[in-house]
């Protein structure tokens, strides 16, 4: 079967974002950019699919500005065989995301596809939910375990208050979790051979969606910060300080 | 405005994060209350008295005993024909059928509600935590998941809704759920307790975890967190993680043992009214939102803290 995987380039998790001067948002100009880390583990999902013989073939999606083409180039490095570039201006958000996905679905026919369960910088865990509703077909979300199983895959999915197993009928859905598998890093020649692999390019109008967002940012601002409060020299200071707070016997 | 908040339930009560819902919703207008499950009549009744419940739909039906979204979000958007907000706890249960719901109404979803500032604005966390953004609506309609923490709880009870059934949408064949493994836990839980006593990566195995970080909790009536780091190696299962992809906890007091405190740990929990920290490194990050802190080899200090408490 065929897995289709969306990548989202986004602002690297190591770098800490820095706010603009004026409110709008987050400023992106001269940082390092990587491929969302839950979407990291979503090609590596399908690539460990693929090596058991359950996927055929893995086709990248990433749907943004121009320099997506090298997120798209990452995940053909780890092991994706072709890409499709959506090129986009601004942000597009989850909806319509998810309609340009659905459009890729109508013409690729995939049988999975397999998502990061959110995008580490708006982070709004939603376009899995919302490409499943689109197209009617079965979701495991925060996926911590995907089996194939007769005609059906078996997901095990982190939930509050542990771990929850559901059986979903293909095509569907998956959203990756932190703990279903630890991503593997590209190898110099298979970098070298994903410049040479399929890339085609597309734009959100041939797929007929419009992108213009729903939801403005009114402003962007600075969480409000917490004071350091002051160090106790041993246990016994400890519990005197927790005592007065009234949850120690001291 | 009517809003509707998916009731998160146990198939026997409410959970605490739909009375934060609720709170959240009465600031919008008017709040209906949509129950499904299977032989969930106790769970309506407990809704129905919630402080401020107007309508309690009641969707009885094995098709929605497990809370799969497959079948849930229908149900939904049949009764968003009526209702202006869709609006549910910002947990995985909320956070796995809301989407579903926003797509199936043509509505782009605001995530993770921390307040809400105008009947189309709203600020929410981005980047983790390490930014907030005021957000404004165009959409005719609201989904809304909110944040458990920066909403108070509705009173359980006073409230004089009004039971009525739900026509269900059926099973829509697409999912089954097979199995849970839910923790069985005596101690409280994470997102209602009072106290937290956390774990990390400094506990070096899972043994010490228990034998350690147990106790103390035990000692004081605590919860136990972990975080991200703890759990992926191992020591304690997946929802123990405290932190932006983990649960996000607010209590009154958060006893961090061994936890440098990284910015996606600090995003699960610097909004607890009292943070004590114990770590061995002076410099951890940690210490720059603990209110107390307390240099030392948490094998030490641990067992002598919850023998002296």
Same mark, same amino acid.
């Given at each position: 079967?065929?897995a289709?995987?969306?990548?989202?380039? +986004?602002?690297?998790y190591?770098?800490?974002?820095r706010?603009?001067?004026?409110?709008?948002?987050?400023?992106?100009?001269?940082v390092?950019?990587?491929?969302?880390?839950?979407?990291?583990?979503?090609?590596?999902e399908?690539?460990?699919?693929?090596?058991?013989?359950?996927?055929?073939?893995? +086709?990248?999606?990433?749907?943004?500005?121009?320099?997506?083409?090298?997120?798209?180039?990452?995940?053909?490095?780890?092991?994706?065989?072709?890409?499709?570039?959506? @090129?986009?201006?601004?942000?597009?958000?989850?909806?319509? +995301?998810?309609?340009?996905?659905?459009?890729?679905?109508?013409?690729?026919?995939?049988?999975?596809?397999?998502?990061?369960k959110?995008?580490?910088?708006?982070?709004?865990?939603?376009?899995?939910?919302?490409?499943?509703?689109?197209?009617?077909?079965?979701?495991?979300?925060?996926?911590?375990?995907?089996?194939?199983?007769?005609?059906?895959?078996?997901? @095990?999915?982190?939930?509050?208050?542990?771990?929850?197993?559901?059986?979903?009928?293909?095509?569907?859905?998956?959203? @990756?979790?932190?703990?279903?598998?630890?991503?593997?890093?590209?190898?110099?020649?298979?970098?070298?051979?994903?410049?040479?692999?399929?890339?085609?390019?597309?734009?959100?109008?041939?797929?007929?969606?419009? @992108?213009?967002?729903?939801?403005?940012?009114?402003k +962007?601002?600075?969480?409000?910060?917490?004071?350091?409060?002051?160090k106790?020299? =041993?246990? =016994?200071?400890?519990?005197?300080?927790?005592?007065?707070?009234?949850?120690?016997?001291? | 405005?009517?809003?509707?908040?998916?009731?998160? /339930? !146990?198939?026997?009560?409410?959970? %605490?994060?739909?009375?934060?819902a609720?709170?959240?919703?009465?600031?919008?207008?008017?709040?209906?209350?949509?129950?499904?499950?299977?032989?969930?009549?106790?769970v309506?009744?407990?809704?129905?008295?919630?402080?401020?419940?107007?309508?309690v739909?009641?969707?009885?039906?094995?098709?929605?005993? /497990?809370q799969?979204?497959?079948?849930?979000?229908?149900?939904?958007?049949?009764?968003?024909?009526?209702?202006?907000?869709?609006?549910?706890?910002?947990?995985?249960?909320?956070?796995?059928?809301?989407?579903?719901?926003?797509?199936?109404? %043509?509505?782009?979803?605001?995530? *993770?509600?921390?307040?809400?500032?105008?009947?189309?604005?709203f600020?929410?966390?981005?980047y983790?935590?390490?930014?907030?953004?005021?957000?404004?609506?165009? %959409?005719?309609?609201?989904?809304?998941?909110?944040?458990?923490?920066?909403?108070?709880?509705?009173?359980?009870?006073?409230?004089?809704?009004?039971?009525?059934?739900?026509?269900?949408?059926g099973?829509?064949?697409?999912?089954?759920?097979?199995?849970?493994?839910?923790?069985?836990?005596?101690?409280?839980?994470?997102?209602?307790?009072?106290?937290?006593?956390?774990?990390?990566?400094?506990?070096?195995?899972?043994?010490?975890? /228990?034998?350690?970080?147990?106790?103390?909790? !035990?000692?004081?009536?605590?919860?136990?967190?972990?975080?991200?780091?703890?759990?992926d190696?191992?020591?304690?299962?997946?929802?123990?993680?405290?932190?932006?992809?983990?649960?996000?906890?607010?209590? !009154?007091?958060?006893?961090?043992?061994g936890?440098?405190?990284?910015?996606? /740990?600090l995003?699960?929990?610097?909004?607890?009214?009292i943070?004590?920290?114990?770590?061995?490194?002076?410099?951890a990050?940690?210490?720059?939102v603990? *209110?107390?802190?307390?240099?030392?080899?948490?094998?030490?200090?641990?067992?002598?803290?919850?023998?002296?408490?």
């Open positions: 079967m065929k289709l995987v969306p990548v989202k380039r +986004v602002l690297d190591n770098v800490k974002p706010i603009k001067a004026d409110g709008t948002g987050v400023d992106l100009s001269n390092k950019m990587s491929m969302n880390p839950f979407d990291e583990i979503a090609v590596e399908a690539i460990r699919l693929k090596e058991k013989g359950v996927v055929t073939e893995i +086709v990248a999606v990433s749907i943004g500005e121009a320099k997506a083409q090298e997120t798209l180039r990452t995940a053909l490095a780890m092991g994706a065989d072709r890409a499709i570039l959506v @090129t986009a201006e601004g942000t597009v958000e989850p909806l319509a +995301v998810a309609k340009i996905l659905k459009g890729i679905v109508a013409e690729e026919s995939p049988e999975l596809v397999i998502l990061g959110q995008a580490i910088d708006d982070d709004n865990n939603q376009t899995g939910q919302m490409l499943a509703g689109l197209l009617g077909w079965a979701q495991g979300t925060f996926a911590s375990k995907v089996e194939a199983a007769d005609g059906e895959v078996r997901v @095990t999915r982190e939930v509050d208050g542990g771990l929850e197993t559901d059986l979903l009928k293909l095509p569907a859905i998956i959203t @990756t979790d932190l703990r279903l598998n630890e991503p593997r890093y590209a190898s110099l020649p298979n970098i070298m051979k994903a410049k040479s692999k399929p890339l085609a390019n597309k734009t959100p109008a041939d797929y007929g969606v419009d @992108t213009a967002p729903r939801i403005s940012i009114v +962007v601002t600075e969480p409000s910060k917490r004071q350091a409060g002051s106790v020299a =041993d246990v =016994d200071e400890l519990v005197t300080k927790l005592a007065a707070l009234g949850i120690a016997k001291s | 405005m009517k809003c509707l908040v998916l009731v998160e /339930h !146990d198939g026997k009560t409410v959970r %605490d994060a739909t009375l934060s609720v709170t959240a919703a009465s600031k919008l207008g008017q709040v209906d209350l949509l129950v499904a499950g299977e032989g969930v009549g106790p309506a009744e407990a809704a129905a008295k919630i402080a401020g419940a107007g309508t739909y009641v969707a009885d039906d094995a098709a929605y005993a /497990h799969l979204a497959e079948n849930i979000a229908p149900l939904a958007v049949e009764l968003m024909g009526e209702h202006d907000a869709f609006v549910c706890p910002a947990t995985t249960n909320g956070k796995n059928i809301a989407p579903r719901v926003a797509a199936l109404l %043509d509505v782009m979803q605001v995530s *993770d509600v921390l307040s809400i500032e105008g009947p189309d604005t600020t929410r966390p981005i983790a935590g390490n930014a907030i953004a005021t957000v404004k609506t165009s %959409d005719p309609k609201l989904v809304l998941t909110v944040r458990g923490t920066a909403f108070e709880k509705a009173a359980a009870e006073g409230g004089s809704g009004q039971v009525q059934p739900a026509q269900s949408t099973d829509k064949g697409l999912s089954r759920f097979e199995n849970a493994e839910i923790a069985q836990n005596a101690r409280p839980e994470l997102t209602s307790a009072k106290i937290i006593v956390s774990g990390g990566r400094a506990l070096q195995n899972s043994e010490n975890f /228990h034998s350690l970080i147990e106790p103390l909790a !035990d000692k004081l009536g605590a919860a136990v967190g972990a975080s991200r780091a703890a759990v190696a191992g020591y304690v299962p997946n929802d123990y993680q405290v932190g932006q992809t983990g649960k996000i906890v607010a209590p !009154d007091v958060y006893i961090a043992v936890i440098s405190g990284a910015i996606q /740990h995003a699960g929990m610097k909004d607890s009214k943070i004590v920290a114990i770590n061995k490194d002076a410099d990050p940690i210490f720059q603990a *209110d107390i802190g307390l240099v030392g080899d948490l094998f030490k200090v641990v067992p002598e803290l919850t023998e002296k408490l």
